[in-house]
């Protein structure tokens, strides 16, 4: 995770603000400051899955999530959200979403898929993208949820299950899919490469390097091979950045980190990950089974990709309708004499959106990914190699390779409508908006805090 080092470029020095204007890194609003405690409280919980395996009943993350609506309305950040670029494609493709359910297959289950899930998504990112008022309070919720995936680490291995399928999974809850739970996990390796870049001791350092292996072999004991290609592509990424130094520390260090989990990886795991470049596995470990249902899934997932562009295609503007993938494919199967469908999401998100939501939605899912990507990029070309604005540098770099992994990964799963994207794209969000005024203070040009005015919703609340 080690960001190149380069000659510090020169800011762009901007005019000298007029007294009185109001900067991002002063003071926030009653609402926001507890809205903004209670996200931090729930991107913990959601990521790190607590209550998946304790304590259950208390209901802590739902009622949590009401609460930051309310204070996501009161102080008016969801307008905040709105104004930024990422924020405009998130409305674009939630319209879009919802203009998808009236040509839907089954309007009822698109209705509840809205509600149910992807409305919940967007109010996260609003909240996110929204609710920190500073570059301080972006990074405490990097560090929440940097910390909630060491925890889901943790649980994965004390409560996790490799029962029938010899893959590491969650018994109950979202990680219940391993190919979930390997993504997942994977995420938290950039994060934890964030703490160790800003680590001032060695025993700091140490503990972040201990938690991102620790991290890597509990996502190889996962199986999903989605997982091992978006980590391949996290290593090249890394590797492209880094100096000639680097490159070689990067060489060495995978090399040995790579042989190590290799040897403490279950064989017929290793089979699996054999399935994916051949159609058998090159070496047979004694567990035929799983290396034919590797295969198998393969194959079944070819099929359902070609599916799911075929029905883009045949409803190129609002798709089948939300969540109606499965319906389309079942109706599909019948009418080729067979009893039934696979009943199996399309494996893919971007043709999961696509195939559903029609290419306009496909547009603003990738837009939104892509100016995630291109904000984080932004502001580390803009601050690397300033030792003033080094941690900016190295949290714009490391939410960066998190979106990498993300857009790599969802090639192989679908999970276009769940929290992941909307967290993480918050975040760059609330990163592009905050950073400015952050690189001001720093280098003298700002002029003293004022406080931030949140919008409000009436001259009542504003009283």
């Given at each position: 995770?080690?960001a190149?080092?380069?000659?510090?470029?020169?800011?762009i020095?901007?005019?000298q603000?007029?007294?009185?204007?109001?900067?991002?890194?002063?003071?926030?609003?009653?609402?926001?400051?507890?809205?903004f405690?209670?996200?931090?409280?729930y991107?913990?919980?959601?990521?790190?899955?607590?209550?998946?395996v304790k304590f259950s009943?208390?209901?802590?993350?739902?009622?949590?999530?009401?609460?930051?609506?309310?204070?996501?309305v009161?102080?008016?950040?969801?307008?905040?959200?709105?104004?930024?670029?990422?924020?405009k494609?998130?409305?674009g493709?939630t319209?879009?979403?919802?203009?998808?359910?009236?040509?839907s297959?089954w309007?009822g289950?698109?209705?509840?898929?809205?509600?149910?899930s992807?409305?919940?998504?967007f109010?996260?990112?609003l909240?996110t993208?929204?609710?920190?008022?500073?570059?301080?309070q972006?990074r405490?919720a990097?560090?929440a949820?940097?910390?909630?995936?060491?925890?889901l680490?943790l649980?994965?291995?004390?409560?996790?299950s490799t029962?029938?399928?010899?893959?590491?999974?969650?018994?109950?809850?979202?990680?219940?899919n391993p190919?979930e739970?390997?993504?997942a996990?994977?995420?938290?390796?950039?994060?934890?490469g964030?703490?160790?870049?800003n680590?001032?001791t060695?025993?700091?350092?140490?503990?972040?390097a201990?938690?991102?292996v620790?991290?890597?072999?509990?996502a190889?004991?996962t199986?999903s091979?989605g997982a091992?290609?978006?980590?391949?592509?996290l290593?090249l990424?890394?590797?492209?950045?880094?100096?000639?130094?680097?490159?070689?520390?990067i060489?060495?260090g995978?090399?040995?980190?790579?042989?190590?989990?290799?040897?403490a990886?279950?064989?017929?795991?290793?089979?699996?990950y054999?399935?994916?470049s051949e159609?058998?596995?090159?070496?047979n470990?004694g567990?035929?089974?799983?290396?034919?249902?590797?295969?198998?899934?393969?194959a079944?997932?070819?099929?359902?990709?070609r599916?799911?562009?075929?029905?883009?295609?045949?409803?190129?503007?609002?798709?089948?309708?939300p969540?109606m993938f499965?319906?389309?494919e079942?109706?599909d199967?019948?009418?080729?004499?067979l009893?039934?469908?696979?009943?199996?999401?399309?494996?893919?998100?971007y043709?999961?959106?696509?195939?559903e939501?029609g290419?306009p939605?496909?547009?603003?899912?990738?837009?939104v990914?892509f100016?995630s990507?291109r904000?984080?990029?932004r502001?580390?070309r803009k601050?690397?190699?300033?030792?003033?604005?080094q941690?900016?540098?190295?949290?714009a770099?490391?939410?960066n390779?998190?979106l990498?992994v993300?857009?790599?990964?969802?090639f192989?799963d679908?999970?276009?409508y769940?929290?992941?994207?909307s967290?993480?794209?918050?975040?760059?969000?609330?990163?592009?908006?905050?950073?400015?005024?952050?690189i001001?203070?720093?280098?003298?040009?700002?002029?003293k805090?004022?406080?931030v005015?949140?919008?409000?919703l009436?001259p009542?609340?504003?009283?």
């Amino acid at each position: 995770m080690t960001a190149a080092s380069v000659t510090p470029q020169p800011f762009i020095i901007r005019q000298q603000e007029a007294p009185g204007s109001v900067y991002s890194y002063g003071d926030t609003s009653a609402f926001q400051r507890l809205g903004f405690g209670i996200l931090i409280l729930y991107l913990f919980l959601i990521y790190s899955r607590i209550f998946d395996v304790k304590f259950s009943s208390l209901h802590i993350p739902g009622i949590s999530y009401r609460v930051i609506l309310v204070m996501v309305v009161l102080s008016g950040s969801f307008l905040t959200a709105l104004k930024t670029n990422i924020g405009k494609a998130m409305l674009g493709l939630t319209v879009w979403f919802v203009l998808a359910v009236p040509t839907s297959l089954w309007k009822g289950g698109s209705v509840q898929l809205l509600v149910g899930s992807w409305l919940p998504s967007f109010v996260i990112f609003l909240a996110t993208a929204g609710l920190a008022g500073n570059f301080a309070q972006c990074r405490r919720a990097v560090s929440a949820v940097t910390w909630a995936f060491f925890v889901l680490m943790l649980i994965a291995n004390l409560w996790g299950s490799t029962e029938e399928t010899g893959r590491l999974f969650l018994p109950h809850g979202k990680f219940s899919n391993p190919n979930e739970m390997g993504q997942a996990l994977l995420l938290g390796i950039p994060l934890w490469g964030l703490a160790l870049l800003n680590a001032k001791t060695a025993v700091t350092k140490a503990f972040a390097a201990g938690a991102m292996v620790a991290i890597l072999l509990t996502a190889s004991k996962t199986g999903s091979r989605g997982a091992l290609v978006g980590f391949g592509v996290l290593l090249l990424c890394v590797f492209w950045r880094s100096s000639a130094g680097g490159k070689l520390k990067i060489v060495i260090g995978g090399a040995i980190l790579l042989m190590a989990i290799a040897g403490a990886m279950p064989k017929k795991l290793l089979s699996r990950y054999a399935t994916l470049s051949e159609e058998k596995g090159v070496v047979n470990y004694g567990d035929d089974q799983l290396e034919a249902s590797a295969i198998t899934s393969t194959a079944s997932r070819i099929q359902l990709l070609r599916k799911s562009i075929k029905y883009t295609f045949q409803h190129p503007l609002f798709g089948v309708g939300p969540g109606m993938f499965v319906v389309a494919e079942d109706a599909d199967a019948i009418a080729a004499g067979l009893r039934h469908g696979t009943w199996q999401g399309t494996h893919n998100s971007y043709t999961q959106v696509s195939s559903e939501l029609g290419i306009p939605g496909f547009i603003f899912y990738v837009l939104v990914i892509f100016l995630s990507l291109r904000t984080t990029a932004r502001i580390y070309r803009k601050t690397r190699g300033d030792p003033r604005v080094q941690d900016i540098a190295n949290i714009a770099v490391c939410l960066n390779y998190v979106l990498i992994v993300y857009a790599v990964t969802v090639f192989f799963d679908y999970i276009a409508y769940s929290s992941m994207l909307s967290v993480f794209s918050g975040l760059a969000a609330a990163l592009g908006r905050t950073v400015e005024a952050e690189i001001d203070r720093r280098i003298g040009l700002a002029p003293k805090p004022g406080p931030v005015h949140f919008p409000v919703l009436s001259p009542v609340l504003a009283g």
